[in-house]
């Protein structure tokens, strides 16, 4: 059971690049998330997902998009790539909105971009 | 909106000791979950303890309790016999369920705690 995996664990990007951060949980989970943490900070909400074929932007969704095509993957994207997207990235899922906040959380992504 | 503040940006603790870290948060809804969660230098969040709203009785979890106080808003964490490996950062973090939630947590700032030997 691997929980859930995100990749890449780091990468530099150029300003202006675009890139995918994935993630993939094999739970079954119905409810994914994707967080920021920037550094010394706490972690906020970008966008979310109930279910495949549903999204929602969370609390700080500017410069990305998200899908949800399956219930196992919920790719994050990055288009044009600026230095305020340098944070370490954190997808997570739960089974429901009654998982009482027991998210399982991938290991992060941590993105710089120059 | 709801928000949740951690006003000890740092603390540390010598090993086998006592520590508490406060988190108070800010609602107008009854019915919530609290919860603390555990950021190692590994950077994996780990889930410490979680308290229902609903419940007077505060949560323990082995060395980790919570003082629960719904009035003033307040859910602290106790360590206690304090180990190295308790060394990370925690973060305080809230949810309301119910119809429409999506078990969106907000999280605070976070504390960074220091366990010496």
């Known amino acids: 059971n691997a929980g859930v995996t995100q990749t890449p664990k780091f990468r530099i990007l150029k300003i202006g690049q675009s890139m995918t951060l994935q993630c993939t949980q094999d739970m079954n989970h119905n409810y994914m998330y994707w967080y920021r943490q920037d550094p010394g900070m706490g972690l906020k909400l970008i966008y979310y997902?109930?279910?495949?074929?549903?999204?929602d932007k969370g609390e700080v969704p500017n410069g990305y998009n998200v899908s949800r095509s399956t219930t196992e993957d919920f790719p994050l994207r990055l288009e044009l790539a600026a230095p305020s997207q340098t944070s370490v990235y954190f997808c997570a899922s739960s089974y429901s909105d009654r998982d009482l906040g027991g998210y399982t959380f991938g290991s992060g992504t941590r993105l710089t971009v120059v | 909106a709801q928000t949740v503040t951690q006003s000890q940006p740092e603390m540390s603790v010598q090993e086998a000791e006592t520590v508490t870290l406060s988190c108070t948060y800010d609602t107008s809804e009854n019915n919530y979950y609290l919860f603390w969660y555990k950021q190692p230098p590994s950077r994996q969040m780990i889930l410490v303890i979680r308290?229902?709203?609903?419940?007077?009785q505060n949560a323990t979890e082995n060395r980790f309790s919570v003082n629960f106080q719904k009035a003033a808003k307040s859910f602290s964490l106790k360590i206690s016999d304090s180990q190295l490996g308790d060394t990370a950062m925690y973060f305080c973090a809230f949810m309301t369920p119910g119809p429409g939630n999506t078990g969106k947590l907000i999280f605070g700032q976070g504390t960074t705690l220091q366990v010496k030997p």
């Open positions: 308290q229902e709203a609903y419940k007077q």
């Open positions: 997902s109930v279910g495949a074929g549903i999204t």
